[in-house]
């Protein structure tokens, strides 16, 4: 005898698995860590060690290379975050040894948050935009119900608007935030544009996450009245 597949209404996938990490600034702190606050020690000791704003930075930039493969080995799941933060930074790696201007490695980490800003927009003209498939790996947490029940919502048109006006947001916030950081290197200098602008980014992305979080759980509430009121008029 099979043993019944669980069902789950949105409300339920809109709530992390159970045992996993709440998206909160406590659980972000080891993130901002390792991206903001040793890759700013690491630039300030190279450089007073002699060397130059070109390698500083560079050398600095292995802290989130170190961060994010430690966070797949960890977890032993290559999730799609981890793996574009990877390739964006890989790419990022290579892009600036095309110059041996600072103000140039500084302005490529604006650009690659901007790149995804638009591979956001652009991902609303395939048949299903980017902030669905990072919704189902936050409601699915490697379970395959669930991942089969948040696949199953898509049928709803209510759904497909929810997110595909996420997608929207996040890809106009993160254009936004690369244009300001852009902005900023030319009228910061390289010590302060470094603290400047991972909180910047880091406060993007908590923005993001807050306003995503609220609005998918405000629109899982209403998706399962809309839900419960046909099931009850059937």
Same mark, same amino acid.
């Given at each position: 005898?099979?043993?019944? =597949? *669980?069902? $789950? ?10 045992? %996993? ?17 040793? *890759? #700013?020690?690491?630039? &300030?000791?190279?450089? !007073? ?17 170190i961060g994010i493969v430690w966070s797949i080995v960890r ?6 975050? !981890?793996? +574009?933060?990877?390739? /964006? ?13 600072? %103000?140039? +490695?500084?302005?490529?980490?604006? /650009? ?19 902030? /669905?498939?990072?919704?189902?790996? #936050?409601?699915? !947490? ?12 898509? &049928?709803?048109?209510? #759904? ?7 997608? +929207?947001?996040?890809?106009?916030? $993160? ?14 200098? +390289? ?10 980014? /880091? !406060? ?13 759980? =405000? ?6 009245? %809309? ?8």
């Amino acid at each position: 005898m099979s043993t019944p =597949r *669980p069902t $789950y209404s949105p409300t339920d996938l809109m709530e992390a698995p159970r045992g %996993r990490q709440g998206m909160s600034l406590r659980g972000m702190l080891p993130s901002l860590v390792v991206n903001a606050a040793l *890759p #700013f020690v690491a630039y &300030q000791v190279l450089v !007073g060690r002699g060397f130059s704003d070109f390698w500083a930075l560079t050398i600095s930039g292995v802290f989130p290379v170190i961060g994010i493969v430690w966070s797949i080995v960890r977890t032993r799941r290559a999730d799609m975050i !981890g793996i +574009i933060s990877l390739v /964006f930074i890989v790419v990022g790696v290579v892009t600036s040894l095309l110059s041996g201007d600072a %103000r140039f +490695i500084l302005i490529k980490e604006s /650009f690659l948050t901007g790149v995804f800003g638009l591979v956001c927009l652009i991902s609303l003209l395939l048949p299903r935009p980017l902030m /669905f498939y990072f919704g189902r790996q #936050f409601a699915g !947490g490697g379970d395959p119900a669930r991942q089969a029940a948040f696949e199953n919502l898509w &049928q709803y048109p209510q #759904f497909r608007t929810v997110n595909r006006r996420m997608t +929207i947001v996040w890809g106009v916030g $993160y254009l936004l935030e690369a244009a300001v950081r852009i902005a900023l290197t030319f009228v910061l200098s +390289i010590s302060v544009f470094l603290i400047v602008s991972p909180l910047l980014a /880091f !406060g993007v992305t908590i923005a993001l996450i807050s306003w995503t979080m609220a609005y998918a759980r =405000r629109s899982a509430r209403r998706g399962a009245e %809309r839900m419960a009121a046909t099931a009850a008029q059937g």
